[in-house]
């Protein structure tokens, strides 16, 4: 790590949420890096420990800079966070998660969001399917984001996934398509006649229900459930932030259903 204390370095000037990825003991508001003329204010940021996933406009003496610049020593560099909603490199966007945000995976995936989750993939694996599927690349591991070969990456800040769940539609802002994808695999949902599933069935739904809909990759059966309610907040607490959220609000579509 580069001592952002020496003087005749370039400062840069960030905002709250990027000083977080700084090392506690040198948090600061105007970290300086020392120059030697050839880094580019990429490296010098990563060097901070700021993700490039985390980087939007910069601006030297209020005009625009990329980040391949190489800065002189004096320069002082505003940093800003990515736009919101932010770009993706398809739309709407896909995403691919990390093996820690199994929660925030099934919570994507009752709105209807394409999500990549696999809970045994390591990282290799991970930027891989992002690059190829052009997925952006969610994770709370820092060290995953400064990877050269990534991408599209995000971090995602919050521990709870409800929590993590609304940065992510806010950040990216997506179509929300709720009850079109499988929440176990991803697959596609489509309605089913009761009577080619009733065997699935346990005898109490078998009874109770009569609409329902089934994955047409893993074969699992969906109903509306005892913890529809639940679920139908989450879908409503993120259907404001999102494109397109009038149609995650028609009838029929914000009741997320237990599965068998």
Not at 122 to 138: F, G, M, P, Y
Not at 145 to 155: M, Q, S, T
Not at 200 to 212: D, I, N, Q, S, W
Not at 218 to 236: E, N
Request: glycine share 8%; proline share 9%.
């Amino acid at each position: 790590m580069d001592d952002m204390t020496t003087g005749g370095g370039v400062t840069f000037v960030l905002p709250t949420r990027l000083q977080l990825f700084l090392p506690a003991k040198r948090r600061s508001a105007e970290p300086e890096v020392p120059v030697d003329g050839t880094a580019t204010v990429g490296h010098l940021l990563g060097s901070l420990g700021v993700p490039k996933t985390e980087v939007g406009q910069l601006r030297l003496d209020g005009h625009p800079v990329d980040v391949a610049y190489r800065p002189q020593s004096g320069d002082r560099i505003v940093v800003r966070e990515p736009r919101r909603p932010q770009p993706a490199p398809t739309s709407p966007p896909r995403f691919v998660l990390d093996v820690h945000l199994g929660g925030l995976a099934r919570r994507m995936r009752l709105l209807g969001l394409d999500t990549a989750y696999d809970r045994t993939a390591d990282d290799d694996a991970l930027v891989e399917t992002s690059l190829t599927e052009q997925r952006v690349l969610l994770t709370r591991d820092r060290g995953l984001l400064h990877r050269r070969a990534l991408r599209w990456g995000a971090h995602v800040d919050h521990q709870a996934p409800d929590d993590q769940l609304l940065d992510v539609v806010e950040r990216f802002a997506p179509p929300l398509r709720p009850l079109s994808r499988c929440p176990a695999c991803n697959g596609m949902l489509a309605e089913v006649a009761k009577a080619d599933v009733q065997a699935l069935l346990p005898a109490g739904t078998r009874r109770t229900y009569e609409v329902f809909r089934r994955c047409s990759v893993c074969g699992k059966v969906y109903w509306r459930g005892a913890h529809a309610d639940r679920l139908a907040r989450i879908v409503d607490a993120a259907a404001p932030r999102a494109e397109g959220s009038a149609a995650a609000s028609r009838p029929g579509c914000g009741r997320p259903p237990r599965a068998t």
